[in-house]
């Protein structure tokens, strides 16, 4: 079981709904990201949170919403989204929000699939 | 241009066989470079971390080597197993312009067989 939980697993929502994804870590760490997993594509780092603060937004399309109320909960809001926005949304954490530190290691969710029709 | 180029794309292997995944990278300057696995459906799970300074460490039937001058890296599963089929992930944290940035690899799809 994995420190970092994610929900829904799975989402299939249309392009006028509004919808949210949830993260939870339970690892005591600081830091949280969302990153976007497309098929066959590498892994794009959306947001990092750092103590509760946004410290990188990657260039995010303004219909992901990201929304941290503490160092444990992480939520993606959704709305107007497009087809192409279907992809694989993963949560992690790390203990803090140097992502890239080599004694930064960064634990992953098991990911929410998301399917925009 | 920061790059991770993996090959292959993916491969197949009979179950109890080694095989070598590869990654190349562009990223420089370099700082650490980062294998993960992720099974099908799942999220990615990190097997090892090596600075520059190390060109080998290993986690049980996985080994991975670095090569900082040529800028490659392979890792390496001995006697695999069909736990194994899975996406292998090479990522590279390199000095960017605003800070240290981890370049994701595409993957390399294993897929062992009995």
């Known amino acids: 079981e994995t420190g970092v939980t994610q929900t829904p697993r799975h989402l299939v929502m249309g392009m006028t709904n509004k919808k949210s994804l949830k993260c939870e870590q339970h690892l005591g760490h600081n830091a949280m990201y969302w990153y976007k997993q497309s098929a066959k594509k590498p892994l794009e780092l959306m947001f990092v949170y750092n103590f509760k603060e946004q410290t990188e937004n990657n260039s995010v399309p303004s219909r992901f919403s990201p929304e941290c109320p503490n160092s444990s909960h992480l939520f993606l809001h959704l709305h107007t989204l497009q087809p192409e926005d279907s992809a694989l949304y993963l949560c992690?954490?790390?203990?803090?929000?140097?992502?890239?530190?080599?004694?930064?290691?960064?634990?992953f969710g098991e990911g929410s699939w998301l399917t925009v029709v | 241009k920061n790059q991770v180029e993996q090959s292959p794309q993916s491969l197949i292997i009979l179950e109890g066989k080694n095989c070598t995944l590869q990654c190349n990278y562009t990223v420089s300057p370099f700082s650490n470079l980062r294998w993960y696995k992720q099974d099908t459906g799942r999220g990615p799970v990190s097997l090892t971390i090596?600075?520059?300074?190390?060109n080998t460490k290993s986690n049980g039937r996985y080994t991975a080597t670095l090569d900082a001058d040529t800028k490659q890296s392979s890792l390496h599963i001995t006697a695999s197993q069909l736990s194994d089929s899975a996406s292998y992930i090479c990522?590279?944290?390199?000095?960017?312009?605003?800070?240290?940035?981890?370049?994701f690899g595409a993957g390399t799809i294993l897929r062992v067989k009995s």
């Open positions: 992690a954490s790390s203990q803090d929000g140097f992502e890239a530190g080599a004694g930064n290691t960064i634990y």
């Open positions: 090596m600075t520059f300074s190390e």
């Open positions: 990522v590279v944290s390199g000095v960017m312009e605003y800070g240290n940035k981890l370049v």
